[in-house]
């Protein structure tokens, strides 16, 4: 297999909001997207864009990855932002489907959990910041394509383990926020799992939940947080 490096970069990809979502009629939708996101989601006319840095007061739905690849860098190793490819287009195309548990054409999806259900509904009135955050703000696939997964994960074990870093950015906006973790699961290592547990460490554990990376939400016939 023909393998080739894309976008490498040494450089931290920060955490960033992704967008704004509120309750209008009976279902959750965007309001507001990131405008770095503009080219990703097909520059909508129908969508209104802005740059998008400060969460302020507003409550928040963070929605943890494990680290950036190649889509997340330019040419020249300039962090943009998390999610910027196929991830980035699930979560704008399924997102509000899933947390509706809205059927998208012959895409089933679904949400059944009571804490997400009970946090949603006590933020109906307000506007809601979806986070993207990254368990490893590094490159730990090192911009190979196609992705080998020993090296991502072996790389990911030794930032995870290298100190604090996830445990004070989850503090910092454990603040009426939801964690979900969208992490893969790991071929070698259990990543998800793994972040399930500090995450736990942390207390944060009523308001959790876990579903598939969206890079899959596209392939799957079924979207599910539980």
């Given at each position: ?6 976008n490498y970069s040494n450089k931290k990809c920060p955490d960033r909001i992704f967008g704004k979502i ?12 990131d405008k770095i996101r503009e080219e990703m989601t097909g520059f909508n006319d129908d969508q209104k ?156 554990t009523d308001n959790y939940c876990e579903g598939p990376h969206p890079s899959s939400w596209n392939r ?7």
């Amino acid at each position: 297999m023909k393998t080739s490096v894309h976008n490498y970069s040494n450089k931290k990809c920060p955490d960033r909001i992704f967008g704004k979502i509120k309750k209008i009629g009976a279902n959750w939708k965007w309001t507001i997207i990131d405008k770095i996101r503009e080219e990703m989601t097909g520059f909508n006319d129908d969508q209104k864009y802005k740059h998008l840095r400060k969460r302020g007061e507003q409550p928040a739905i963070v929605l943890i990855l494990e680290s950036p690849h190649s889509n997340e860098f330019n040419s020249s190793g300039k962090p943009i932002a998390p999610a910027m490819g196929v991830s980035g287009q699930n979560i704008y195309k399924y997102f509000c489907d899933i947390i509706n548990g809205a059927s998208s054409g012959n895409k089933q999806t679904a949400n059944n959990l009571n804490a997400l259900v009970s946090f949603l509904n006590n933020n109906a009135g307000k506007e809601i910041c979806v986070y993207i955050v990254n368990s490893v703000q590094y490159q730990c696939s090192l911009g190979i394509k196609p992705i080998c997964h020993i090296i991502k994960e072996s790389n990911w074990v030794d930032e995870w383990f290298a100190g604090p870093d996830f445990d004070e950015r989850c503090n910092i906006l454990n603040k009426e926020a939801f964690f979900i973790n969208l992490c893969t699961s790991g071929v070698f290592v259990p990543m998800k799992e793994m972040v399930k547990e500090r995450l736990n460490a942390l207390g944060i554990t009523d308001n959790y939940c876990e579903g598939p990376h969206p890079s899959s939400w596209n392939r799957l016939k079924k979207i599910e947080f539980k």
